[in-house]
T-cell receptor, first 112, second 115 residues
Framework: GESVGLHLPTLSVQEGDNSIINCAYS??????FIWYKQESGKGPQFIID?????DKRQGQRVTVLLNKTVKHLSLQIAATQPGDSAVYFC???????????FGKGTRLSVIA | DAGVTQSPTHLIKTRGQQVTLRCSPI?????VSWYQQVLGQGPQFIFQ???????GRGNFPDRFSARQFPNYSSELNVNALLLGDSALYLC??????????????FGNGTRLTVT
């Protein structure tokens, strides 16, 4: 398949380690945040979302942390697996179903 | 259940031509959005439709147009193609609750190459 992002920031982690992917968002009015995973040749796949009335939300092996003070979002992946290798995008939006604004993406490379 | 489906998967066009891309949302989803993803970048918003009405438009020229049909499927049209229109065009559907956000579910996109 095609490469989603050729010149993206890259995070390399050993299989089994935890991964932390960071994202700075731009709009202080944003109150909805979401993480997507995109594998080569595929569309973005929803991972987890969080609203601004929360600062932490957990899913299966993933945790999203939101720091509104510094406009920072992070995605933590526990026990990273080779299948987690992909490009990860954060996106921000506002209540009322405004369009999502995507960040530039981070490539996660898992070393077996 | 089928996810968002897009057709065609790949397309090659010549500068100046016109193209129509198609999208079928997840069953029950009434909102469809279109995004353009240039290689190496995140998706950029083009259009959003809900109940067949345009609800939002991104910073794209008038050469880009779209519509949504009664069955909630959608088409994206691009006229007078330029080389810079080469990209992955993504369709996403969602089932938004009133004044609330819900995740977009993306298809695998149409890869458009303009030569």
């Amino acid at each position: 398949g095609e490469s989603v992002g050729l010149h993206l920031p890259t995070l390399s982690v050993q299989e089994g380690d935890n991964s932390i992917i960071n994202c700075a968002y731009s709009n202080s009015a944003s109150d909805y945040f979401i993480w997507y995973k995109q594998e080569s040749g595929k569309g973005p796949q929803f991972i987890i979302d969080i609203r601004s009335n929360m600062d932490k939300r957990q899913g299966q092996r993933v945790t999203v942390l939101l720091n509104k003070t510094v406009k920072h979002l992070s995605l933590q992946i526990a026990a990273t697996q080779p299948g987690d290798s992909a490009v990860y995008f954060c996106a921000e939006g506002r209540s009322g179903n405004t369009p999502l604004v995507f960040g530039k993406g981070t490539r996660l490379s898992v070393i077996a | 259940d089928a996810g968002v489906t897009q057709s065609p998967t790949h397309l090659i066009k010549t500068r100046g031509q016109q193209v129509t891309l198609r999208c079928s949302p997840i069953s029950g989803h009434k909102s469809v959005s279109w995004y353009q993803q240039v290689l190496g970048q995140g998706p950029q918003f083009i259009f959003q439709y809900y109940e067949k009405e345009e609800r939002g438009r991104g910073n794209f020229p008038d050469r880009f147009s779209a519509r949504q049909f009664p069955n909630y499927s959608s088409e994206l049209n691009v006229n007078a193609l330029l080389l810079g229109d080469s990209a992955l065009y993504l369709c996403a559907s969602s089932s938004p609750r009133q004044a609330d956000n819900s995740p977009l579910h993306f298809g695998n996109g149409t890869r458009l190459t303009v030569t």
